[in-house]
């Protein structure tokens, strides 16, 4: 099963302490079976919706929503969601994480796959939050 997942990242391509729509990137990436495997950095445009920064805009939210779906990802990865995570959740997998290297987040989730798989075959939509520190989590969104 292939899976296309987005990681939230910055300038310097790392994660940070940002909700996933305040990113300056998104790192496109495909697990292929043995290991995720970067395919694309995208610039986020949509950081700034029409000059504002506020936290939790719709529009915001819809067109992420909209340009991550037209590259196949099934799965966002970040340290922070905000309020739109309960629109998120319907179309992708969320998945909070506590590393801040893109390698070592990889290493964990190809680790972890197995859930990840299960909840794209046993669900459609509203999806459940996965938290992954040492161990993993698995939440309903609220």
Excluded: C
């Amino acid at each position: 099963m292939k899976i296309q997942f987005a990681f939230a990242l910055n300038k310097e391509g790392v994660f940070e302490n940002k909700h996933f729509g305040e990113a300056d990137n998104y790192a496109i990436s495909t697990y292929n079976e043995h290991a995720i495997i970067l395919t694309e950095i995208i610039p986020n445009p949509f950081k700034s919706m029409n000059g504002r920064h506020e936290h939790g805009l719709k529009e915001k939210g819809t067109a992420i929503i909209s340009l991550l779906k037209e590259k196949n990802v099934k799965v966002l990865v970040s340290k922070q969601f905000g309020a739109n995570i309960k629109m998120v959740n319907r179309h992708f997998i969320p998945v909070i994480i506590s590393k801040e290297n893109p390698s070592q987040v990889s290493e964990i989730l190809a680790k972890n796959i197995k859930w990840l798989k299960d909840e794209l075959n046993n669900r459609k939509s509203n999806y459940m939050l996965f938290k992954i520190n040492t161990g993993i989590l698995k939440l309903e969104v609220k």
